[in-house]
């Protein structure tokens, strides 16, 4: 599984990870997920910590079609952390196609002390929660 997460309803945050090769199957599949999973509010904010991604097979299309789904309030918090120029265009691009749909809380960062920074988080979460995250056998 490319595309995990873990949801803190105390703390009222989704923290999501992703690993190996990520594209649109993975992000549909996350979303599907996430949307339907009952401890989700969509009021939630989100850590989504793309560093460990070896591989981004998304489109600007793809991330134009992502972006057409409402799965977050408008008024959450969504910081998306990245690696490289790709993650932080694609990042962007994504985030401009939210503003257009009234979200305006997303931001892009670089660096996960940035990203807890902005979301007044004390620190990352264990990586322990994300049990289930595997890269994909074609990333060994």
């Known amino acids: 599984m490319p ?14 990870k992703a690993a ?9 599949d996350h979303m599907d997920r996430l949307q339907s999973d009952q401890d989700f509010h969509p009021e939630f904010n989100q850590l989504f910590d793309f560093r460990e991604v070896t591989t981004i097979t998304l ?3 793809e991330v134009e079609r992502l972006a057409q789904r409402d799965i977050f309030s408008a ?19 994504f985030e401009t196609y939210r503003e257009l749909q009234g979200e305006t809380g997303i931001a892009i960062f670089r660096n ?3 990203a807890l920074s ?4 004390p620190a990352e979460p264990e ?4 049990s289930k ?6 990333d060994a």
Request: charged share 15%; with cysteine.
């Open 118 to 121: 902005w979301l007044s988080l």
């Open 112 to 114: 996960m002390q940035e």
């Open 59 to 61: 489109s600007c299309a």
């Open 3 to 16: 595309a995990d997460f873990f949801i803190d309803s105390q703390r009222g945050i989704v923290f999501s």
């Open 75 to 93: 008024r959450s918090g969504r910081a998306f952390v990245v690696f490289g120029d790709l993650g932080f265009g694609l990042g962007r691009v």
């Open 127 to 130: 990586p322990g929660l994300f």
């Open 20 to 28: 190996g090769v990520f594209g649109h199957a993975e992000a549909l």
């Open 133 to 138: 995250l595997q890269a994909s056998p074609t």
